[in-house]
């Protein structure tokens, strides 16, 4: 059995993170409805378990160091949320994982660009398989920040592996 609750989950966290990125320093509100997609309450007015599990997912992230926010918007989402120190420095490192192959004919600055670890999880939103998102989320909440290494610092841009450790 697939468990698709796990893909739901992956691909929630990459778009929460790639929204709250975008807007790094500045805090913002961030909705379920524009994460996991409209969903209409029932006639009780409980949400899916889908726009629930959106929610938790916003709620864990927050629990483990990744994003900060002041509060909660009801069932509809978090306010004034940014993405924490450990977040930042995780998503704009070098990875080693890499999701399309380089092109060395490119500007050094864009090869940087392109070695992150946002641009990796922008990589799998845009056109990645379910398999793509969930290992370079997956890729990015087993990191420690202590180990990454800055994309400028790298002096080739090799398929593999990582030359230097900059904490």
Known sequence: MADIHIDDFCRDAARILLSLYNSFPRPQAVYVEDISGPDEPD??????????????????????????????????????AVLTNKAFVLLSAASDLQLAPLQPELPRSLLAERRTLVEQIRTALRGGTSDDLSTIVRFFLSRQPERVVSPAAVEQFPSGGCHSDIT
């Not at 726009?51 to 004034?80: H, K, P, S, V």
């Open 43 to 80: 006639e009780v007015g409980l949400h899916s378990r889908r726009y629930m599990a959106c929610l938790g997912a916003m709620l864990w992230l927050a629990d483990e160091g990744f994003l900060r926010y002041d509060n909660l918007i009801y069932q509809d989402g978090i306010d004034q």
